[in-house]
């Protein structure tokens, strides 16, 4: 019987230490970055610009099915009103497609276009 529940005990004991080291062991991989270190992410104005605005806007603002952006004069109260309220083709980019501060990051990297 006192032979049985020490067994017990130590099994049960093996096991939380089992676990613990599993756990503890498997805790670094986990948190480690999912090997996307070598290649940075685009600046998301970027990445923005390529995904929403691109393919009417053309690479670098140069115009397509849309106006080119460059020289962009607009200012940026204008341009999130054009996001916001387009004229006419344009789709419009409620805030809750487009934050603001998404809107100021595309609004900085069309500025980069030269
Ligand atoms: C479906 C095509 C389309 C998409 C997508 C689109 N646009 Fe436009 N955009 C237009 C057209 C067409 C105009 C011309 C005026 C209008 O329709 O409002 C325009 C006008 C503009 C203007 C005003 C230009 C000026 O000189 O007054 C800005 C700024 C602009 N777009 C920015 C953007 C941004 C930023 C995005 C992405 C978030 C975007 N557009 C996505 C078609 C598009």
Redesign the pocket.
């Known amino acids: 019987m006192r032979i049985t529940r020490l067994l017990f005990c130590s099994l049960a004991v093996l096991l939380c230490v089992a676990v613990w080291s599993l756990a503890h062991a498997a805790a670094p991989q986990q948190s480690a970055p999912p090997s996307g270190r070598q290649t940075p992410q685009k600046p998301s104005g970027e990445r923005?610009?390529t995904d929403?605005?691109e393919?009417?806007?053309g690479a670098e603002g140069r115009g397509d099915?849309?106006?080119a952006?460059v020289p962009l004069k607009?200012t940026f109260e204008k341009?999130l009103n054009?996001?916001r309220f387009?004229?006419?083709?344009?789709?419009a980019?409620p805030e809750s497609e487009?934050s603001d501060a998404a809107g100021r990051d595309?609004y900085d990297y069309?500025k980069t276009f030269k």
């Open positions: 923005l610009y929403k605005c393919h009417c806007h099915r849309g106006p952006l607009l341009f054009q996001l387009p004229l006419c083709d344009m789709p980019f487009l595309i069309v």
